[in-house]
C-alpha cells in the first residue's frame, strides 16, 4: 500500500513493505569500533524510537528520518539521497509535537508495520488471587 507524506508543501509517496528494510540497510550504516562499517539495521531505530518515547513525549528525530527516507525511497528509487532530501525540508518541519506533522505519519507506519497488533484484541486479564493462601486455596 502506498501512501503519501507532506512535508512543506512537497508530498512523499510512501511504502513499507519487505523491501523496506533492504532499502534502509543499503542508506544507512554504523560505524564499527574498529573505523569499518556495517549496514544498519531498521529495527534498531524502531528500537530507538520506542525506548525515547518511554522516557519523553517527543520521539527522536533521526530515526524517524531515517525510516520515513527508507519508505520514501522504497515507493520512489529515484528518490534524491538522504542528505539533499532532508536539507529540502523547512525548518518548521523538526517541529515533532505537531499532531499534524510528518513524524506522526512516520510513528503511524512504524505502529502499523512493526506492531500491528498492539492494542488490538487484547482483553483484560481476570485478577488472580491476592494472596499466597488464597493461591494455594486454603482461603475457603
Known sequence: MVAEITVGGET????????TPIVFSREFSVARA???KRPKDINEDVSMVLEVQACSSV??????LEIFYACAKT???????FDEWVKGFP????DL???DGWA???MGIVQENFFPNAGK??????AEASDAAAADGAAK
Open 12 to 19: 512523499y509517496p510512501v511504502e513499507c513493505n519487505a523491501f
Open 91 to 94: 525548518a518548521d518541519a523538526y
Open 104 to 106: 506522526t505519519d512516520v
Open 59 to 64: 520521539a527522536p528525530v533521526v530515526p524517524l
Open 121 to 126: 484484541n487484547v482483553e483484560p486479564a481476570t
Open 34 to 36: 574498529d573505523g569499518s
Open 97 to 99: 509535537e505537531r499532531s
Open 75 to 81: 515507493a520512489d528509487r529515484k528518490l534524491k539521497p
